[in-house]
Each structure stands twice: as C-alpha cells, then as structure tokens.
C-alpha cells in the first residue's frame, strides 16, 4: 500500500495550495481519507476527512470554510484544497486511509503518506 502526497510548498499568507494523496495498492475495500497536519514542536493533528462515496466529509471546527476535501475514486486520489493560507498552517500534511472508525482519530487510520510539507510565509 502506498499514499503519496503531493502539492505541498511555500505560499504568502491569504494564498491557497491545493495537496493531492494518490493511492495504490489498497485492497479491494471502501476506504475513507483522512488529512491530518504536523507542525514542528506540536503533535499530529485531524484536518479534514471524506467517506468512500465523497457523500459525507468532516473538518477540524478551525478549519471548516478555508479546507475542502474531495476525492476522484477513478483516480484513486484525495485531495485538499486549502485557501486563505495562514502562517499557523504550517505544517506537514499526511493523508491516510481507513475503513472504520471515527474519522477525526488517528488510531483509527490503517495506511499512512509520507507528508507533504506546507509553509506559510508571513
């Protein structure tokens, strides 16, 4: 099982970025896709996550209106899209994959990316 993420980089605070998670190898399941952050000093945190269907998504509650998680299942990718950017999204961003469990838990995420990093410039 491999979750690459991508489309992480630098960007001026009020800037967007949008992250893609491609992946492959996963059984022939339904899984759903979480987005969770690093920031340097700090533990890993919930972002955003979506069903298998794309038919219900969660956010962090200091997230919802600039994140938008969606995902392409004929691509087998999830995507991120975050806008109005601020110095305090830096972080290194994971996605992962589950097929039960509460979405905004980490222990409850099976596979894991290897993170993309995002810096917001002040």
Known sequence: VQLQASGGGLVQAGGSLRLSCAASG???????????????????????AITYSGGSTSYADSLKGRFTISRDNAKNTV??????????????????ATRFGNLDLIHEYDYWGQGTQVTVSS
């Open 26 to 48: 996963l059984p022939r399941s339904t899984y759903a896709m979480g987005w969770f952050r690093q920031a340097p000093g700090k533990g890993r945190e919930f972002v955003a």
């Open 79 to 96: 995507y991120l899209q975050m806008n109005s950017l601020k110095p305090e999204d830096t972080a290194v961003y994971y996605c992962a």
